[in-house]
């Protein structure tokens, strides 16, 4: 787990006006020194000097990744510490020097078009020894005017109807298929492969709600790290974790674990799970936790296991934590596991978030659903995972942030640089760089786009992070539903290259482990899509 995500200030702004459909944000500190240093030394310590050297000298297109060689020196001997990267609305994690040198790579796509000033700031490890230093260098950074990729896309349906309303699909290396249903007779569906490549029903895993007098609903469902379990959400019934090998044969019970009484209405929805498989996070809608007012809140759960890696009794809440927004909607943590992100609807009434000075974050007159009133942006939350796992409590959020408005689900990308977010009602995708969501988030925003069609819930990144799929919902009618390809090699650039046709609320979207299949579930059609997507 990565234990290092405290980055160094880089204070930005915005540009004046933002275009309709994309943003930047401004660059991060001027001049084309190649050193420099803080302005307030402690008094004994040796200031060193900070070179900073781009791999490309001259200028660099938007795709192209960029190496920055950065040395650290003194003549009083070579210091030790770390080292942080930032231009604009980037941000790198900090890198630790080794003899007085570091490496940086930034990603592709993430430098804004222009004339961008490279700060590397140097925290010293002694702060007797060694004071605070920076070093700037200057690159610019033009378009790649590489064309957009072209997409094809075909799509086989399947039927739930009878079973219930499908949340998420989930492939799985057997071969099977299980979709996640809620109604009256709610569980899960197995769907297995047929001789011809396709996909038919196999059984159906009713659930047998422990805590609730009358049926449960399975919801977001996630696999767990060990491949023998499985983890989902049950509505008012908390969490479950099912034998992996019973479900496929729908002879599972699973072991629940309640997120409260049933008069709570803690709403569980959906369920992330630690890379160790240690803990799991339940995103609980509208429970509110102890000390709290906001309704919304992530129940952290610790898992215990038997002799053969199942989940076990002793498995157990240990606490929950208020994010200060209201009606969480959706919970992802990074691929490294060090960070959750959290997303809720509406932004609560005592929440102080960043970003209030940009028109695209902090909103005013969000419909939350067809014919109701008018409310304020979202939030975006991100919880430290150490923190959360020994103390569930409001210290674990590093930052919160406002989204736009209703935004309800996140993805981060797998070099961690980048992270996703659907703002439902602006019919958008927003696009922030981790790295200043943890140290300037209000303007940690890279760019935006809109989506190709309405209300845009479920998204994914698949082909090696370079596309991006959206199901556009249009939950409360009135637009249009699809699911939408969008290319976001350049995040600020995003656009949509190609749509699929859906059925009715089309919600999650699942990616196959070939990076080109999608699992996409049409809730109010009750059917799911299986997409297979190739790339030209």
Same mark, same amino acid.
């Given at each position: 787990?990565?234990?290092?995500?405290?980055?160094?200030?880089?204070?930005? #702004?915005?540009?004046?006006?933002?275009?309709?459909?994309?943003?930047?944000?401004?660059?991060?500190?001027?001049?084309?020194?190649?050193?420099?240093?803080?302005?307030?030394?402690?008094? @004994?310590?040796?200031?060193?000097?900070?070179?900073?050297?781009?791999?490309?000298?001259? *200028?660099?297109?938007?795709?192209?990744?960029?190496?920055?060689?950065?040395?650290?020196?003194?003549?009083?001997?070579?210091?030790?510490?770390?080292?942080?990267? *930032?231009?604009?609305?980037?941000?790198?994690?900090?890198?630790?020097?080794?003899?007085?040198?570091?490496?940086?790579?930034?990603?592709?796509?993430?430098?804004?078009?222009?004339?961008?000033?490279?700060?590397?700031?140097?925290?010293?490890?002694?702060?007797?020894?060694?004071?605070?230093?920076?070093?700037? +260098?200057? +690159?610019?950074?033009?378009?790649?005017?590489?064309?957009?990729?072209?997409?094809?896309?075909?799509?086989?349906?399947?039927?739930?109807?009878?079973?219930?309303?499908?949340? $998420?699909?989930?492939?799985?290396?057997?071969?099977?298929?299980?979709?996640?249903?809620?109604?009256?007779?709610?569980?899960?569906?197995?769907?297995?492969?047929?001789?011809?490549?396709?996909?038919?029903?196999?059984?159906?895993?009713?659930?047998?709600?422990?805590?609730?007098?009358?049926?449960?609903?399975?919801?977001?469902?996630?696999?767990?790290?060990?491949?023998?379990?499985?983890?989902?959400?049950?509505?008012?019934?908390?969490?479950?974790?099912?034998?992996?090998?019973?479900?496929?044969?729908?002879?599972?019970?699973?072991?629940?674990?309640?997120?409260?009484?049933?008069?709570?209405?803690?709403?569980?929805?959906?369920?992330?799970?630690?890379?160790?498989?240690?803990?799991?996070?339940?995103?609980?809608?509208? @429970?509110?936790?102890?000390?709290?007012?906001?309704?919304?809140?992530?129940?952290?759960?610790?898992?215990?296991? %038997?002799?053969?890696?199942?989940?076990?009794?002793?498995?157990?809440? /240990?606490?929950?934590?208020?994010?200060?927004?209201?009606?969480?909607?959706?919970?992802?943590?990074?691929?490294?596991?060090?960070?959750?992100?959290?997303?809720?609807?509406?932004?609560?009434?005592?929440?102080?978030?960043?970003?209030?000075?940009?028109?695209?974050?902090? $909103?005013?007159?969000?419909?939350?659903?067809? @014919?109701?009133?008018?409310?304020?942006?979202?939030?975006?939350?991100?919880?430290?995972?150490?923190?959360?796992?020994?103390?569930?409590?409001?210290?674990?959020?590093?930052?919160?942030?406002?989204?736009?408005?209703?935004?309800?689900?996140?993805?981060?990308?797998?070099?961690?640089?980048?992270?996703? /977010?659907?703002?439902?009602? %602006?019919? $958008?995708?927003?696009?922030? *760089?981790?790295?200043?969501?943890?140290?300037?988030?209000?303007?940690?925003?890279?760019?935006?786009?809109?989506?190709?069609?309405?209300?845009?819930?479920?998204? $994914?990144?698949?082909?090696?992070?370079?596309?991006?799929?959206?199901?556009?919902?249009?939950?409360?009618?009135?637009?249009?539903?699809?699911?939408?390809?969008?290319?976001?090699?350049?995040?600020?650039?995003?656009?949509?290259?190609?749509?699929?046709?859906?059925?009715?609320?089309?919600?999650?979207? #699942?990616?196959?482990?070939?990076?080109?299949?999608?699992?996409?579930?049409?809730?109010?059609?009750?059917?799911?899509?299986?997409? *297979?997507?190739?790339?030209?």
């Amino acid at each position: 787990m990565n234990g290092m995500r405290l980055i160094a200030n880089c204070q930005t #702004t915005l540009l004046g006006a933002m275009p309709l459909g994309l943003c930047l944000v401004a660059g991060c500190g001027g001049g084309g020194s190649s050193t420099g240093s803080t302005t307030l030394p402690v008094t @004994g310590a040796v200031t060193p000097t900070v070179t900073v050297t781009p791999s490309a000298a001259g *200028s660099i297109s938007t795709a192209q990744a960029l190496s920055v060689t950065v040395g650290v020196t003194s003549s009083s001997g070579t210091p030790a510490g770390s080292v942080v990267l *930032s231009s604009g609305s980037y941000a790198s994690f900090p890198v630790n020097l080794s003899g007085g040198q570091a490496a940086i790579s930034v990603p592709a796509g993430l430098l804004a078009v222009g004339s961008d000033a490279l700060t590397v700031n140097f925290t010293p490890a002694s702060a007797a020894a060694y004071n605070s230093a920076s070093g700037t +260098v200057n +690159v610019t950074v033009v378009a790649s005017g590489a064309a957009a990729p072209a997409v094809t896309a075909s799509s086989v349906m399947y039927s739930t109807a009878g079973y219930g309303y499908p949340f $998420r699909a989930l492939p799985l290396a057997s071969g099977n298929v299980l979709v996640s249903v809620s109604a009256a007779t709610s569980g899960m569906v197995v769907f297995g492969p047929t001789a011809g490549g396709g996909l038919q029903f196999s059984c159906f895993n009713y659930v047998r709600p422990a805590f609730a007098a009358d049926g449960a609903s399975d919801f977001g469902m996630n696999l767990l790290p060990n491949g023998l379990g499985l983890a989902a959400t049950l509505g008012v019934d908390g969490v479950i974790f099912y034998n992996l090998s019973t479900l496929q044969t729908c002879n599972s019970t699973g072991v629940q674990v309640s997120q409260g009484p049933v008069s709570a209405n803690e709403g569980s929805f959906d369920v992330a799970v630690s890379p160790d498989g240690k803990y799991a996070f339940v995103a609980n809608e509208y @429970g509110v936790a102890a000390g709290a007012t906001a309704q919304g809140n992530i129940g952290v759960v610790a898992l215990q296991y %038997d002799s053969t890696g199942l989940v076990t009794t002793g498995t157990t809440l /240990v606490g929950q934590i208020s994010t200060g927004g209201q009606t969480i909607a959706g919970v992802a943590v990074s691929p490294d596991g060090s960070r959750l992100y959290v997303t809720s609807e509406v932004e609560g009434a005592v929440t102080t978030a960043a970003g209030g000075s940009n028109p695209i974050l902090t $909103r005013t007159g969000c419909y939350q659903q067809a @014919g109701g009133g008018t409310q304020a942006n979202g939030l975006l939350t991100v919880i430290d995972v150490a923190k959360a796992e020994t103390n569930p409590s409001g210290g674990a959020i590093i930052a919160t942030v406002n989204a736009g408005c209703s935004p309800v689900r996140a993805v981060e990308s797998a070099d961690l640089s980048t992270l996703w /977010v659907s703002a439902r009602g %602006d019919n $958008r995708v927003l696009a922030f *760089s981790t790295g200043m969501l943890e140290t300037n988030p209000g303007n940690a925003l890279l760019g935006y786009a809109d989506t190709g069609g309405t209300a845009p819930v479920g998204l $994914r990144l698949f082909d090696k992070g370079k596309l991006l799929a959206v199901a556009n919902s249009n939950r409360f009618g009135g637009g249009t539903a699809n699911m939408a390809i969008l290319s976001v090699a350049v995040p600020a650039s995003a656009s949509v290259v190609q749509t699929v046709a859906t059925g009715l609320f089309p919600r999650e979207i #699942t990616v196959g482990s070939d990076d080109a299949t999608l699992y996409l579930t049409n809730y109010s059609s009750q059917s799911f899509q299986v997409i *297979s997507t190739t790339v030209h």
